[in-house]
């Protein structure tokens, strides 16, 4: 699963890298044509496979409007790394900003500094204050219930001990989705949360956190809630490693792709994972409608989740 990974990220690197360079070169020639826009899509890292999946659907998106040139960045989880990003392809000259933050309160100056002179949609992570023309990203609220839900199910009356794997640490994904997940437990005192661990929505880290969870302490656990699938599938291989059994697990984004969360739920890894949309297609429409001269009444467009299964 980490080769396929790896394959398809590094692909897509080049992929985006090379584009970028042609667009670079092609800036005057784009803006010859009248009403063709150039967009800036900065993405926070390409490691996770969300955000993998989420530049896919956006280039998918946008090759379906002939007037519209994208250049895409990526950050690598480095938030000053991301601000250089969003300068450079300011100095190209872009209409209209896309951006997946790394961290939204080191971003927020150079949004706001952004948005002053273009409009600026931002993805997934919401930026504090209202420097921005759109906000579209899950509810992850709900998305942390309906995981707690699935505890429940899981639980029943008898209760049980769950470990909770969260993302990074006081991001607002990670603190909505635990709190839609402690809300849908508060009434059952019969289950019980052992444990938090962060490993910042990746695979490995998961793996050695859940690891060092069971071997130090000594625990198990019946349930394992991780707030992505990525860490769901690290926690699932640290148990199979040390031949624990019987915990499920549950994790979100469910991407049906191979080694996403719909392919780890029919392969019996999973017991359930959280959909929820990327958002990308969305960014590309509403850019489109943006740029166009509509004034949008609304500010956040929120994306619901479902359970699978």
């Known amino acids: 699963m980490k080769h396929w990974k790896a394959i398809l990220a590094l692909a897509l690197v080049l992929a985006l890298g090379t584009g970028a360079l042609v667009f670079r070169h ?16 900065s993405q926070a890292n390409l490691i996770e496979p969300s955000r993998v999946t989420m530049n896919l659907e956006f280039q998918e998106a946008a090759r379906q409007y002939d007037n519209l040139r994208v250049i895409y960045t990526d950050a690598a ?14 100095g190209f000259g872009i209409d209209l900003l896309v951006v997946s933050p790394d961290d939204t309160e080191t971003l927020r100056p150079i949004l ?10 931002v993805l997934d992570r919401a930026v504090s204050g209202g ?43 990670v603190t909505e989705r635990q709190e839609g997940f402690l809300r849908a437990l508060k ?21 050695d956190r859940f690891k060092e969870y069971l071997v130090v302490y000594g ?49 019996g890894i ?17 850019s489109m409608r943006i740029l166009s001269g509509e004034k949008l009444e609304e ?3 929120i994306l619901t989740p479902e359970r699978i299964p």
């Open 26 to 41: 092609r800036r005057a020639a784009a803006r010859s044509a009248p009403g063709t826009y150039l967009i800036g899509m």
């Open 77 to 90: 989880q480095d938030s000053q790394r991301q601000i250089e990003d969003i300068r450079r392809l300011m």
């Open 112 to 121: 706001s500094e952004v948005y002053r002179k273009i409009p600026v949609i």
């Open 131 to 173: 420097d921005y023309t759109l906000f579209i990203g899950p509810d992850n609220d709900q998305i942390g219930y309906l995981a707690g839900q699935r505890v429940l199910e899981l639980l029943g009356e008898r209760g049980g001990t769950v470990v909770e794997i969260l993302g990074m640490r006081d991001t607002s994904p």
């Open 187 to 207: 009434a059952h005192p019969e289950i019980t949360i052992e444990g938090a661990l962060y490993a910042n929505w990746m695979q490995d880290q998961a793996q």
């Open 219 to 267: 625990k198990s656990a019946d349930v394992v809630f991780a707030q992505n699938d990525a860490m769901a599938y690290g926690a699932w291989l640290a148990a199979r490693d040390l031949r624990v059994e019987g915990i499920s697990f549950i994790g979100a984004d469910g991407l049906d792709v191979e080694g996403g969360g719909v392919d780890l739920v029919n392969r």
């Open 270 to 286: 999973l017991d359930s994972t959280i959909y929820y949309p990327t958002g990308a297609r969305q960014a590309v429409e509403y």
């Open 299 to 301: 500010k956040q467009i």
